[in-house]
């Protein structure tokens, strides 16, 4: 039996849905060319704790044409891209009932790393989270993976990964872990029923 699964947030406990930029660009007719950018640059930076979003947002917004405050943006943006999978939330209960810690492990800024805790309550729901902001690398950085590694007192080879995105399971493969790629509830059901 694992001592331990790690699961994505977006695309694994979170619905898999349509990226926010292109929910924003068509609910608000602005151009994906102009929204693009952020996510591609600055973006990218925040995840990894380097820089605060609300730093860096307030030029885009003016020319994504948003009209109220930045924290009404990211409030926006948490709250129509964030959908709990409510199966997969139940499953993470059943294992953990199990024996069997349950993690969450993502690429997230700060502001949404915070409402996941907070606001989704995730972290009563999980035996901890792991963000990619707190720890400075992304999961498709073996470093990420150390340090949960530490943090845990785990071996690689005691921890189950789901993952929807396949360059983090390579690495996480490559790790030693036993790391299957998310394509839908099925992946959970060859897990025990019982400990073995």
Same mark, same amino acid.
């Given at each position: 039996?694992?001592?331990?699964?790690?699961?994505?947030?977006?695309?694994?406990?979170?619905?898999?849905?349509?990226?926010?930029?292109?929910?924003?660009?068509?609910?608000?007719?602005?151009?994906?060319?102009?929204?693009?950018?952020?996510?591609?640059?600055?973006?990218?930076?925040?995840?990894?704790?380097?820089?605060?979003?609300?730093?860096?947002?307030?030029?885009?917004?003016?020319?994504?044409?948003?009209?109220?405050?930045?924290?009404?943006?990211?409030?926006?943006?948490?709250?129509?891209?964030? @959908?709990?999978?409510?199966?997969? %939330?139940?499953?993470?209960?059943?294992?953990?009932? =199990? &024996?069997? $810690?349950?993690? !969450?492990? #993502?690429?997230?800024?700060?502001?949404?790393?915070?409402?996941?805790?907070?606001?989704?309550?995730?972290?009563?729901?999980?035996?901890?989270?792991?963000?990619?902001?707190?720890?400075?690398?992304?999961?498709?950085?073996?470093?990420?993976?150390?340090?949960?590694?530490?943090?845990?007192?785990?071996?690689?080879?005691?921890? @189950?990964?789901?993952?929807?995105? %396949?360059?983090?399971?390579?690495?996480?493969?490559? =790790? &030693?872990? $036993?790391?299957? !790629?998310? #394509?839908?509830?099925?992946?959970?059901?060859?897990?025990?029923?019982?400990?073995?």
């Amino acid at each position: 039996m694992s001592k331990a699964l790690l699961l994505d947030a977006d695309g694994v406990v979170l619905k898999k849905q349509s990226y926010f930029s292109e929910v924003y660009s068509k609910e608000y007719n602005v151009s994906l060319e102009k929204i693009i950018p952020f996510f591609r640059n600055e973006f990218l930076d925040c995840q990894l704790g380097k820089i605060d979003i609300k730093e860096v947002l307030p030029k885009y917004l003016k020319e994504w044409g948003w009209q109220k405050s930045v924290d009404d943006f990211l409030q926006y943006w948490f709250e129509s891209s964030t @959908i709990v999978d409510k199966e997969v %939330e139940n499953k993470v209960q059943e294992i953990r009932a =199990l &024996g069997t $810690k349950c993690y !969450l492990v #993502t690429d997230q800024e700060k502001y949404r790393a915070e409402y996941l805790r907070k606001n989704l309550y995730f972290e009563k729901k999980f035996d901890g989270c792991f963000f990619s902001c707190e720890i400075g690398y992304s999961k498709s950085s073996p470093e990420f993976f150390k340090v949960v590694f530490k943090q845990l007192e785990l071996n690689p080879s005691d921890i @189950i990964f789901l993952d929807d995105e %396949e360059k983090n399971i390579v690495v996480a493969e490559q =790790l &030693g872990i $036993k790391a299957t !790629l998310y #394509t839908g509830f099925l992946n959970f059901s060859f897990w025990p029923k019982h400990n073995d």
